[in-house]
């Protein structure tokens, strides 16, 4: 099982609000999180962590880049020179792999 959330479902950094605590107060959300593989929330950054049999991921963003988790005074558009400015937006691309019974994940930036 994959699960897609907007926010990811764990927690990142919660001064800015990246995670969240779904998972410790609904016991229905626990049963699916424990039923699933992977997780991806989405951040506007990139950040993989396993956690038991359970894999999360969160993706770039396609407009408005972020800064990396505590290292700005708070989330919002991080200000980049117009030239790097694709460099650092991007897309995910989920693939089943039937095979090995497992997910390819793509990373590209749109430049």
Do not use: N
Request: glycine content about 8%; charged content about 15%; proline content about 7%.
């Amino acid at each position: 099982m994959v699960v897609f959330a907007h926010m990811p479902l764990w927690s990142i950094y919660e001064p800015w609000g990246w995670g969240t605590a779904m998972l410790s107060r609904s016991s229905r959300s626990r049963g699916v999180a424990a039923r699933a593989r992977s997780s991806y929330g989405h951040i506007h950054r990139i950040v993989h962590k396993v956690e038991g049999h359970i894999t999360f991921h969160t993706a770039r963003s396609t407009a408005c880049p972020q800064a990396v988790a505590g290292t700005a005074p708070g989330p919002g558009p991080l200000k980049v020179p117009a030239d790097e400015l694709a460099t650092m937006l991007g897309v995910i691309a989920v693939a089943v792999v039937p095979q090995r019974r497992a997910l390819a994940l793509t990373d590209a930036a749109l430049a």
